[in-house]
């Protein structure tokens, strides 16, 4: 089954193409453009080509899956409403995966790509976005690939020290390699960002069981900054 | 009538979110879904609480669009969306929404001014536009003064306000007066049973020296301030507030000035037909005043009905039609979101 993947929770804006079958997930098609600042104008164009990519048509996706963050709100939305408007549009179902997944989870695992590198069972591997405002989205995965601990925001010292409690010896994602100093802890270079084929994965049982699609609801994580309205301030002296 | 195009047009600028569906100049559905209530304890809109109301709220207005019309997206020629102005996040998510719309169901997708549909919207109630005719946009976030030669190529900025929008300051001289928000439709109610002519609140920019810069422009400040002295001194004597005559003498100010300037504008340009559109022009006593004066300049007013001079979704959709009768052409995939787009680009 086509399946498309979404992920704009990050600097990079990612549109991919899975095939989903019995036998494994396979990447047909990606692209991805790292812009912090053009979500909006990047991700739909994308889609579309990833589509022209392999000589497909909208009509011929079975579902979505969307990195639900966390991530900078106003980028993060635009890949949620994506999915979900084509979902509605073409019928099929949406599913949700936490992005720090898409990184956690094939840093952590065994992969011939990062062979001699891939984390030792029982090793725990951070994986870190950039939150802004001088602060990291985060998550800690052990050696199979499963999340221990978050998704959560903090200052990257207080990471830190999480990790240190935590005995992770590994960070990944670009939000590690920006305070990798404070972090102080080697780097696995790849993913820097949500892997579409991870996604993809994380999302595979789902799609083979046919499960219901579930509404996208981001990871904010954050509460709206919203200040309320102060008093009426006087204007007579 | 079967074969004029089928437009759904997309809004998410300010706090509604909003989806219609028009045929030609027919109004076929208008779904609306509102966070205002989110809001009020803030005094104002709070952009991260709008644009996540957004996000929630537009699959199933879509939904209900649909059914009300009694459409699918098979059918739609078109999607129109408000690519701007507007607040920049809110808007991100009305214009991906619709880009996603359009690569799904493989429709063009048309990024249109907010402004501009305010303007358009009035063809769903009276039909095409006549041009040139002059426009008054009036709302919580904008308050301009135009010129529509050609609503499909561009409108002309004649004036705008220089700091508070019109329905800004209703809100504060609402919230002044201890009335909910937003304040148009309360300081509306309060106003009927007041005295217009109880308190002289000054007419911004009217002095003829600022005649000569602004002729065309709004100030509301001041006037803001004005009511906020007054409040203040009645209050400090121990004396109670007339709030229905505050409320009548303060919509009298603002009233005045906008419908003078906007009357000032036809005559200046030999221009007939005045637009009144955004959610102040909701206003009663705006929508009577006008009525009243334009009648002796031989002016024209036409007002759509409150539910459409407020944001939705039908307002773009209408607009879009516009466009696409016109041979305009579509947006790229690639649009944006411009929070600050100017007045003279109708579409991108
Ligand atoms: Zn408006």
């Known amino acids: 089954m086509l399946v498309l993947v979404v992920d704009s929770s990050t600097p990079a804006v990612t549109a991919a193409l899975a095939d989903v079958s019995a036998d494994g997930v396979v990447l047909r098609a990606s692209r991805c453009t790292v812009d912090a600042r053009a979500h909006g104008e990047l991700l739909a164009p994308q889609v579309d080509a990833a589509l022209a990519d392999v000589g497909a048509r909208p009509a011929d996706l079975g579902a979505i899956v969307a990195g639900l963050g966390p991530g900078p709100f106003t980028g993060l939305r635009v890949g949620l409403v994506t999915a979900a408007t084509m979902g509605q549009v073409l019928g099929v179902p949406t599913y949700g995966v936490c992005s720090l997944d898409g990184l956690g989870q094939p840093a952590a695992a065994s992969h011939p790509a990062a062979a001699g590198h891939s984390a030792a069972a029982g090793e725990l591997v951070l994986a870190a976005s950039d939150a802004r405002r001088r602060e990291v989205y985060w998550a800690v995965y052990d050696g199979a690939g499963q999340r221990v601990a978050g998704p959560d925001v903090a200052a990257p010292a207080v990471v830190a020290e999480r990790a240190r409690d935590l005995a992770v010896t590994v960070a990944v994602g670009d939000g590690a390699q920006r305070y990798a100093d404070v972090l102080g802890l080697p780097l696995r270079a790849e993913p820097r960002y949500p892997d579409p084929l991870a996604l993809a994965r994380l999302a595979a049982e789902r799609i083979r069981a046919g499960a219901p699609g579930e509404a996208l609801t981001p990871l904010y994580l954050r509460r709206p900054d919203a200040v309320a309205a102060t008093g009426h301030k006087p204007v007579l002296r | ?348």
Not at chain 2, 328 to 342: N, T, Y
């Open chain 2, 1 to 348: 009538m079967a074969d004029e195009p089928l437009i759904l047009g997309i809004e998410t600028s300010c706090d509604e979110t909003g989806v219609g569906i028009v045929r030609g100049h027919t109004l076929l559905a208008d779904a609306l879904a509102s966070s205002v209530e989110e809001h009020a304890r803030f005094g104002g809109v709070v952009p991260e609480v709008a644009s996540r109301a957004h996000l929630e709220a537009i699959v199933p207005t879509m939904d209900r669009a649909l059914r009300e019309a009694g459409v699918t997206i098979a059918d739609i020629d078109a999607i129109a969306v408000t690519s701007g102005p507007g607040l920049a996040g809110a808007l991100l998510v009305g214009v991906a929404a619709a880009k996603g719309y359009a690569v799904a169901a493989e429709k063009p997708v048309y990024g249109v001014n907010h402004l501009a549909a305010h303007v358009a919207v009035d063809t769903l109630e009276h039909g095409p536009l006549p041009e040139p005719a002059i426009a008054l946009l009036v709302s919580g976030g904008h308050s301009s003064l135009l010129r529509v030669d050609d609503l499909a190529r561009g409108v002309v900025p004649l004036g705008a306000t220089i700091d508070d929008a019109a329905g800004e300051a209703f809100d504060k001289v609402a919230r002044l007066l201890g009335l909910p928000f937003p304040g148009g439709p309360y300081i509306d109610r309060e106003a009927r049973a007041g005295d217009p002519a109880s308190i002289a609140f000054p007419r911004g920019l009217t002095a003829a020296k600022d005649l000569v810069g602004h002729r065309f422009d709004f100030s509301f400040s001041g006037l803001k301030t004005a009511v906020a002295r007054w409040v203040e001194a009645r209050q400090r004597a121990g004396e109670p507030v007339p709030v229905a005559d505050v409320a009548a003498s303060f919509q009298e100010a603002v009233c005045d000035v906008l419908v003078g300037k906007a009357l000032d504008a036809c005559r200046s340009s030999g221009i007939d037909t005045l637009v009144i559109g955004g959610g102040v022009a909701a206003n009663s006593r705006l929508r009577a005043m006008a009525e009243q004066r334009a009648a002796k300049h031989g002016v024209r007013v036409r007002t759509p009905r409150p539910k459409l001079c407020t944001d939705n979704g039908a307002m773009v959709a209408a607009l879009g039609s516009h466009l696409v009768a016109a041979g305009v052409a579509p947006s790229r995939l690639d649009l944006p979101a411009d929070s600050a787009m100017p007045l003279t680009v109708v579409s991108v």
